[in-house]
């Protein structure tokens, strides 16, 4: 008797629960409706050539990354998604970007912090917060946005964000987003190229997908994190030697590329390993351009047997790659001539207290040249044209340098514009 009214009680919370985040999905989907389109003097508009996403200038191609925005999408996490959102939103409408490049979770299914296992609920959201804004955008998978423990695995999610799932029926397509050949590892490796106007291409942008947890650690409470794998990087090489073939047919050389992936690579670790033992200065093969590491534990790269760095340094193309994951660290280091980034991150919701904290969010605007070379900055939401004003908080480390010293150098402060 017990056992079956204590199934009936749990049954009872159950049917509440999805009836309550039903109902407050509905609500914030009416919310995200009253977002106005971001207002473009001359929108660049990209065409599908030979699989990939084809952009046409010859002038400058501006690039806004996003990352770990964190959307919960359930009861707990309501107001805190809202926050999200609205910082989403206000920075992609003052920057009015040529594309947003968002470096992976986008949800945040974890049932204790968003009150729900249901991760369709953020894609569907953010889906339509950038079909809204009407700003083309191109995502790469994070090990948050498809839990082992989530409603919908990785494949469905691919298709979701490549069919546009989340937008209304008739509406214009602005997500990016391609889960990949078949034969290749990952759910969403694919490529967004930048042409001149003769054909030539000037830059690739490669999205690769790096997965989410190796060696048993299916829940992820042991951060074991996965990375790219060898058919990705075959896919890669691949690609390059496409595109290369494509512009040598009109004279011009191969094109210089980034790339932009959620887990960063093993040498993200290495190249602030060796700043440190150098005591907080650049070395002969390491130069650090801005930030530092601002997870007490460090950095928590791949810990899958990979061969990323050194095709990427074979290849002779990409001279830059992006991600997120670590989501209070804003490095960007120059490691052995490929400049390897940190993107700042959106987060309100995964630490306790970081909506309080604002020196970690923001975005990284890239700004890439017509003879392919690239600059990036950080980009901090505080300050005009992006805040209102109405947000406070404190624009302090999460974790104080003091309380961090194997992150920081003693005179560490965080650079952002």
């Known amino acids: 008797m017990v056992f079956w009214i204590l199934l009936g009680v749990v049954a009872a919370v159950v049917l509440l629960t999805v009836l309550v985040n039903g109902i407050l999905a509905l609500l914030q989907l009416r919310y995200v409706a009253g977002i106005a389109p971001v207002q473009y003097k001359n929108q660049l508009q990209p065409q599908p050539l030979d699989g990939r996403w084809v952009f046409t200038t010859d002038g400058d191609f501006r690039v806004m990354t996003l990352t770990d925005v964190h ?28 594309l947003v490049a968002v470096t992976g979770d986008i949800a945040y ?33 994070g090990n948050h946005d498809t839990e082992s423990y989530a409603v919908y695995n990785r494949r469905y999610i691919g298709k979701y964000y490549q069919e ?16 990949g050949p078949e034969g290749v590892d990952g759910v969403g490796n694919y490529t967004v190229a930048v042409e001149n106007r003769r ?41 390059v030697e496409a595109l ?33 033992e150098n005591g907080y200065k650049d070395t002969g093969e390491v130069q ?8 007490k534990g460090g950095l928590f790269p791949s810990l899958h047997p990979d061969n990323v760095f050194d095709t990427l340094q074979q290849v002779g193309s990409t001279r830059g790659t992006f991600c997120g994951h670590d989501h209070l660290n804003n490095l960007s280091v120059t490691y052995k001539g490929i400049r390897l980034t940190y993107g700042l991150s959106v987060d309100y919701l995964a630490y306790i207290g970081i909506k309080n904290y604002g020196a970690q969010r923001g975005f990284t605007r ?24 109405k947000e406070q908080v404190q624009m302090t480390p999460y974790y104080p340098p003091e309380k961090n010293p194997n992150a920081y150098p003693a005179d560490y402060k965080a650079p952002i514009a």
């Open 109 to 141: 299914p974890v049932p204790f912090q968003s009150g729900t296992f249901n991760n369709k609920t953020a894609a569907r959201l953010f889906g339509r917060v950038m079909q809204n804004l009407g700003v083309y955008w191109a995502p790469v998978l």
């Open 244 to 276: 290369t073939a494509h512009n040598r047919a009109l004279g011009a050389p191969m094109p210089k590329s980034l790339m932009f992936f959620h887990i960063p690579i093993a040498q993200y670790k290495t190249a602030w390993e060796a700043y440190k």
């Open 71 to 98: 959307i919960g999408g359930g009861w707990m996490s309501f107001f805190k998604d809202r926050r999200a959102i609205d910082c989403v939103v206000r920075m992609v409408t003052a920057e009015q970007p040529d």
């Open 288 to 295: 650090v351009h801005y930030g530092g590491i601002g997870e």
């Open 199 to 239: 054909g030539a291409v000037t830059q690739a942008l490669f999205f690769t997908d790096t997965g989410s947890y190796v060696d048993g650690d299916y829940l992820g409470f042991m951060w074991k994190y996965d990375g790219m794998h060898k058919n990705q990087m075959d896919w890669y090489r691949g690609e």
């Open 366 to 389: 890239i700004t890439v040249h017509p003879d392919g070379s690239f600059d990036c900055q950080p980009v901090s939401y505080y300050q005009k044209p992006f805040w209102n004003g």
């Open 164 to 179: 546009q799932k989340f937008a209304k029926a008739g509406s214009k397509s602005y997500c990016l987003f391609r889960s």
